[in-house]
């Protein structure tokens, strides 16, 4: 009998299968088409007695060249997880106040296309989830009232939508333009697209439908130009809480929002809270009296601020107090990696203990991510968790005593992990990738420091080829961050395991401005970036070579984004490297400041417009040195990338090499983002880690 495929990978998930595990010289090396098998699980959400955990599982559907995702179940306890439902775009499930019910996010197909997401419910005692939206813009950011009676939730969907949904249901649609007339300066977002300024996302709640009751029409309680962030309702139900951003063309200001709330039934929005800088993720104490959120002070003016914790009384007026003054490190932060999951989603916010006296949330630091315990009376610090991994998001059960942790390392993509509280042993609830796993030679990278030119400490990591032998010579990688404020570490990257299959030694290190470091690591670059930057990225390179099993005359050089302008520099510096590969990069700072999709109007990064010292921004862009230029180049685009548009980075640097008639060329991938090396289209991602090998072999 020949069993679908569907049956068969739901049977290696659940452990069906008696094949037993490859010993190490069976195991294979790594592939670039292994993506195609990946899986990753996404927003863990544990129920409210802490005895189950919802997530996200996310699989590619190779023959679609897509991503799908539905929702999984898994026991506190362990066992096999429990599939809820079919997907193939199903996302963020949120339980009821009584556990029995889950809410949850679905856009269907039509024609083979995602329609606009529509809100869920399903009942965990059995049958069909049912649709309670129907709105033309769809519907997202759902959360339960306390008593489970309500769901606000975040729709775009106007007045005039819903009048038009009415009228076309009758007569044949008028006709609409599709003229664009711009008046912001920020008009487009990567991986989004153009902005929509007549759909602005907005707060609406809906009464939840009985058992096989008819839905009720969801209110829309805010509305204008303004948006409303994910709302969160106070403990009483009588309020819902909300971040915005309610300054016309905000990028005339330094960065900023503010939390605001507003009556349940409607009415007078007021604010709650603000600080010099941006609200992000917050909480509500378990009295409801106080709101715990991650924030970023936006004074004095710097490139990078770490993001701190703040607390404030639920009440308008209340002065915000930073528990994270003398605190140095990333609060709510993470690590740079390509294997996120993609397209699902998941976000955390702050965790109050059951007595109200502490808070946490997610740590970065020094190239790991854990979570950790503040003091609300004292701002002191403890570790919940700690070792060699990134914690990429969690969440608590009602009383706040058990945790569901979504946890990656160097040589696992993701699992869910159980815990009972700070300092206990993380359990695992899952493990998605097993089987393809046992299967791999994998091998964990090496972590070292530095001196660089200066004396300063920098951090890095080797990944080195499964069978290496510190005897022989092999090619070197130096594989380089974007950002420029983000952080490699203990996460798992496709990328450096594929390329060490290939036989190379790959070099990954946070030059100062990387995140994780403190404020004065990650600011010193301000004003000058690239720079100093560059030579802790060569300090590297000396460092690995005089250990002898790194062929000098076979060094390569490679990074996106930030790190693609930082290969430009690299080989307008020096002719050392053998071939390089920038990715989605910056080439002339000017040409970039028009065109990329958010604005650089205040001085983090430059002290003004190109217009303003035309000096600095050239001397700062690699094109103004393309003469120096010797190393074979290939240049990696998104042809839809609007955060580093090809005509100001990869364009730039192959027409004048060119011209020049110097070694170069340039790949470019359909449709593709700056998000192309994360969850771009699966084969496109194949592809470039083909591209970018061949091209070092």
Do not use: C
Not at 434 to 442: E, H, I, P, V
């Amino acid at each position: 009998m020949r069993l679908s495929r569907r049956f068969v990978l739901l049977a290696l998930v659940l452990g069906m299968t008696a094949t037993p595990a490859a010993t190490a010289a069976e195991k294979r090396l790594i592939s670039e088409k292994d993506l195609f098998q990946f899986a990753w699980a996404a927003d863990p959400q544990i129920s409210p007695d802490g005895t189950r955990v919802a997530f996200v599982k996310v699989t590619v559907n190779q023959d679609k060249d897509r991503y799908e995702t539905a929702l999984w179940m898994v026991s506190a306890q362990g066992g096999d997880p429990q599939r809820l439902t079919n997907g193939p775009h199903d996302s963020s499930p949120r339980w009821s106040p009584e556990g029995n019910r889950l809410l949850f996010v679905r856009a269907i197909e039509k024609d083979d296309k995602a329609q606009p997401s529509q809100l869920y419910l399903m009942s965990l005692s059995g049958g069909e989830p049912t649709e309670i939206t129907t709105l033309s813009k769809g519907a997202a950011a759902a959360a339960w009232s306390p008593d489970g009676k309500r769901i606000a939730f975040l729709s775009s969907t106007t007045a005039e939508d819903q009048a038009k949904t009415k009228e076309t249901k009758q007569t044949k649609p008028a006709h609409e333009s599709d003229v664009r007339v711009i008046t912001s300066a920020e008009f487009r977002m990567d991986n989004r697209g153009y902005r929509d300024f007549k759909h602005r996302a907005h707060i609406w709640t809906l009464t939840v439908p009985p058992a096989g009751g008819e839905n009720a029409s969801p209110k829309q309680l805010t509305n204008g130009e303004f948006e409303e962030g994910p709302p969160t309702w106070s403990l009483d139900g009588s309020r819902l809480y909300f971040v915005s951003v309610r300054i016309h063309e905000p990028y005339y200001h330094l960065r900023e929002s503010e939390l605001y709330s507003i009556s349940a039934d409607g009415g007078k929005i007021q604010k709650v809270a603000a600080i010099e800088g941006t609200i992000a993720s917050f909480a509500l104490s378990p009295d409801g009296k106080r709101i715990a959120f991650t924030g970023v002070l936006n004074r004095p003016v710097n490139s990078y601020t770490p993001p701190g914790l703040f607390v404030v009384e639920a009440a308008p007026g209340a002065v915000p107090r930073n528990l994270t003054a003398s605190y140095d490190y990333d609060v709510g932060g993470g690590l740079t990696g390509d294997q996120h999951p993609p397209r699902a989603g998941g976000a955390s916010r702050p965790v109050w203990n059951r007595a109200g006296t502490t808070v946490m949330d997610t740590i970065a630091r020094q190239g790991r991510t854990n979570l950790e315990i503040f003091d609300i009376a004292s701002g002191r610090t403890s570790p919940y968790s700690s070792g060699d991994h990134e914690v990429t998001s969690f969440s608590a059960s009602a009383d706040g005593t058990r945790l569901a942790l979504l946890v990656a390392t160097p040589t696992n993509i993701g699992d869910i992990y159980i815990a009972d509280g700070p300092g206990g042993q993380l359990k695992p609830l899952t493990h998605i990738n097993k089987k393809l796993f046992a299967d791999l030679r994998l091998s964990a990278p090496e972590e070292f420091w530095y001196p660089s030119f200066d004396g300063r400490k920098i951090q890095a990591w080797l990944q080195k080829p499964p069978d290496f032998d510190p005897s022989k010579k092999y090619p070197l990688i130096l594989n380089i961050h974007g950002g420029p404020h983000a952080a490699y570490g203990y996460t798992f990257d496709h990328e450096f395991q594929w390329m060490a299959a290939k036989g190379y030694v790959v070099l990954y290190p946070n030059p100062r401005g990387s995140s994780s470091y403190g404020r004065e690591f990650g600011n010193i670059i301000q004003y000058h970036y690239p720079g100093d930057d560059y030579k802790d990225l060569m300090a590297g390179v000396d460092e690995v070579i005089r250990r002898g099993y790194v062929d000098p005359e076979r060094l390569g050089v490679t990074g996106g984004s930030g790190g693609g302008l930082l290969t430009n520099w690299v080989i307008i510096q020096t002719d050392r490297f053998a071939a390089a590969v920038s990715q989605r990069s910056i080439a002339d700072w000017s040409a970039w400041w028009y065109a990329a999709d958010f604005t650089l109007f205040h001085p983090n990064w430059f002290k003004t417009a190109p217009f303003g010292d035309p000096a600095d921004y050239a001397a700062r862009s690699p094109i103004t040195y393309i003469r120096n230029v010797k190393t074979p180049l290939m240049l990696i685009e998104g042809e839809a990338d609007s955060r580093t548009p090809s005509t100001s980075g990869g364009e730039t640097m192959f027409r004048a090499l060119k011209f020049l008639k110097k070694p170069v060329v340039m790949v470019r991938f359909p449709g593709e983002s700056h998000e192309l090396s994360r969850s771009g289209k699966p084969w496109h991602r194949v592809e470039r880690l083909e591209h970018i090998v061949n091209w070092f072999d």
